[in-house]
């Protein structure tokens, strides 16, 4: 027998409750769940001793329950004649004391400040199907009336899903003056008693009438779910429906995540409760090929301090690759937050525990153990050394971490996109430095993870490039010459984008021929660059700070060819670009045209492109030709960023040997006795898949 509603207008119709509740019979229909599941809510605000009027009553045992539980002033009201009979005669023996009557909830016959609580359970969303003008005018009648019945001091208690126009009709009405609100969230999915199931959770709304005082603050607070857990206090009533927001998009990924595996990754943050403040990032990462076995349904992985920028952990791909190797059918991969305090692997298991289990996949067999894993024996380690904002880019920290094994590295991250490093230097320990062994034994006990050098007393390495697009860029200063250049050959480079100051710093200390001009246009970086990562200028090295599309443009004014190289590695601030380096500004004939002029006939253009839409690729790739007839490109493994090396005259083309060739040559030179030097990675290696596009 199908009892839903042709439209929802139609629950607002005295004549489908009637025809309902004939339909139904004398059996209950628990709208959004029974007693056992809002009675821990509704006797905080509703007391043995208090008269209670219920509206919208249906046939709904919840009266009778609450009744049986001690509170037994009860006047329940309904617009069904049906219903008001059926609920008369089912009590008339058992629940004396508690009435029934025929009566509209905008229209009542009691007199004022009658009550101490009025308790809905959907009979609001029954109402409020839409928000045409007569249906808004009924409802305020509604809230109208329940507000004269009540006492001061009273509770209007609204069972609710908190439909969108619902949650901002209650919110708006009841945050004005005279009324504090409180929300609970109920439940999720199907109730017990009832087997009724809603996709959404349930919200218990608390309105409770007070004195206008003026200057008495407003109280909109978000309640937790947790015990002992202090409510959220919103400062505005958006903010307290965001809040609500968020709890239905939390619902809603859950049932999407407990319906079936799939491939596509699901992510969400966890805040601090206290401070509002993310804590923990969730990724959710399904991988069906695998067998499924009693033992590897689920389990949980944390990413150490730091480390959530790696491309294994940085990225979709990365982490499905991660998911797939440690063989469970659902990991979450757990990112942790700078400016969070964490006291350990075991501490943040016995945080995360509950709440991951509710991402837990379905036919988690009962009691099953979920695993935590890592990196590494430990959370890492994280220490901000210094705060900033920039104008241009916004706040932004210099912060030290632990990475694998033993080394540390100086990271610069704009807070608007935290997953990024904006630049980075690895730390070594000071050269020379002697400790005393007691003293080392003693930094040990207190840290035995942070090693034997603090972060204050380690120096930059200037040898260490971060980016593999940086270590491409430096190999391809080879292609000035088919012999390799050579690091004492006399060499001017333009490099477009300071950052941290690692890749012009590389080509001033290992090309000792090299004259680098660096164009910034953020003084902040600057001055980090200066102050955090060894970065200083001299005879040799000078910083210009303005637009670099400015600057160039302005060399090209002078006419004279006064660069053996030009690098571009400067990102877009538009996201909504396909291409995220350069901007788009950077890739335009007549700025390129410019670009050309201001480089010698032997000299190259070197290109960091970061660009996901192949279309927009290929279009930059033919604008560059009509200045640089010959361009090589080496794409980044595992990255998105593409590495054009641009000439501006049609040479001989150079086969991949001969370029790997001319590279081993200019690192022969490059690695001389005593001279610090990045064993990690050879120049060579960065042009094995060099191609001529």
Not at 428 to 434: A, D, E, M, W
Not at 592 to 613: E, P
């Amino acid at each position: 027998m199908n009892l839903l509603p042709k439209n929802t207008k139609e629950f607002a119709s005295t004549e489908y409750w009637e025809q309902f509740f004939r339909k139904r019979g004398e059996r209950s229909f628990e709208w959004y769940g029974g007693y056992l599941e809002l009675c821990g809510v509704l006797h905080k605000y509703i007391k043995p001793k208090d008269k209670v009027l219920v509206v919208g009553c249906g046939n709904s045992e919840l009266s009778e329950r609450l009744y049986d539980a001690g509170c037994q002033n009860l006047s329940n009201i309904d617009v069904s004649e049906v219903v008001i009979r059926q609920m008369s005669e089912r009590n008339a023996s058992r629940r004396p004391i508690m009435t029934f009557q025929l009566m509209d909830v905008t229209q009542t016959t009691f007199s004022d400040s009658h009550f101490q609580a009025v308790l809905d359970k959907g009979t609001l969303d029954a109402i409020l199907t839409d928000t045409e003008a007569r249906t808004l005018e009924t409802v305020h009648k509604m809230f109208s009336e329940i507000g004269r019945v009540l006492q001061c001091g009273g509770r209007y208690v609204c069972v609710s899903l908190a439909q969108a126009h619902v949650l901002e009709t209650l919110v708006r009405q009841f945050s004005q003056g005279g009324w504090m609100v409180r929300v609970h969230q109920i439940s999720e999915g199907s109730n017990k008693e009832s087997g009724s199931k809603f996709p959404m959770p349930v919200f218990v709304f608390v309105m409770t009438k007070v004195r206008q005082v003026p200057g008495f603050p407003q109280v909109l607070e978000m309640m937790s779910d947790e015990e002992g857990v202090k409510p959220v206090r919103c400062k505005s009533p958006e903010e307290l429906m965001e809040a609500v927001k968020e709890r239905q998009r939390y619902a809603l990924l859950k049932t999407r995540l407990n319906q079936n595996q799939s491939s596509q990754e699901v992510s969400l943050d966890l805040c601090d409760g206290d401070t509002d403040k993310s804590r923990y990032t969730f990724y959710v990462v399904d991988s069906p090929t695998i067998r499924l076995a009693h033992s590897n349904h689920f389990a949980i992985f944390i990413i150490p301090h730091g480390r959530e920028t790696e491309w294994l952990f940085g990225s979709e791909k990365g982490r499905k690759q991660l998911a797939g190797s440690v063989g469970f059918r659902r990991l979450i991969i757990v990112a942790l937050h700078r400016d969070q305090q964490y006291d350990g692997m075991e501490a943040i298991q016995a945080e995360l525990s509950a709440k991951v289990l509710e991402l837990a996949p379905p036919g988690l067999p009962d009691n099953q153990q979920v695993p935590f894993l890592s990196a590494g024996a430990d959370i890492g380690i994280r220490t901000v050394q210094y705060r900033g904002k920039s104008q241009l880019s916004g706040e932004y920290v210099v912060e030290d971490v632990k990475g694998d094994g033993t080394s540390y590295f100086r990271r610069l991250i704009f807070l608007s996109n935290q997953n990024v490093v904006q630049s980075e230097a690895r730390l070594l320990p000071t050269s020379g430095q002697k400790k005393k062994k007691k003293d080392k034994k003693k930094m040990t006990q207190q840290n035995p993870s942070e090693g034997s050098t603090p972060l204050t007393q380690r120096v930059i390495d200037k040898s260490y490039l971060c980016c593999e697009h940086h270590k491409a860029m430096i190999s391809g200063l080879s292609l000035l010459a088919n012999k390799g250049l050579l690091p004492e050959n006399p060499i001017s480079v333009l490099v477009i984008g300071l950052g941290g100051g690692s890749l012009s710093l590389f080509i001033h200390d290992y090309f000792l021929g090299s004259r680098v001009e660096a164009v910034e246009i953020d003084l902040s970086v600057l001055d980090v660059a200066c102050q955090w990562f060894g970065f200083s200028q001299d005879e040799r090295m000078a910083v210009h700070i303005e637009d670099g599309l400015v600057h160039i443009n302005n060399l090209a004014e002078k006419g004279v060819p006064g660069y053996d190289v030009v690098m571009f590695d400067v990102d877009s601030k538009d996201s909504s670009v396909g291409m995220s380096c350069p901007p788009p500004a950077f890739v335009e004939r007549g700025f390129l045209q410019n670009v050309r002029k201001i480089l010698k006939d032997d000299g190259i253009f070197i290109l960091n492109l970061v660009c996901r839409d192949p279309v927009l690729r290929n279009q930059v790739v033919k604008v560059l030709h009509e200045d640089f007839p010959l361009i090589y490109a080496q794409k980044i493994e595992e990255e998105v960023n593409e590495i054009l090396f641009c000439r501006p005259i049609l040479e001989k083309k150079l086969s991949a040997s001969e370029l790997i060739e001319s590279a081993k040559n200019m690192e022969k030179h490059l690695r001389k006795p005593g001279v610090l030097w990045d064993p990690s990675y050879n120049l060579a290696d960065m042009l094995k898949s060099v191609k001529i596009v």
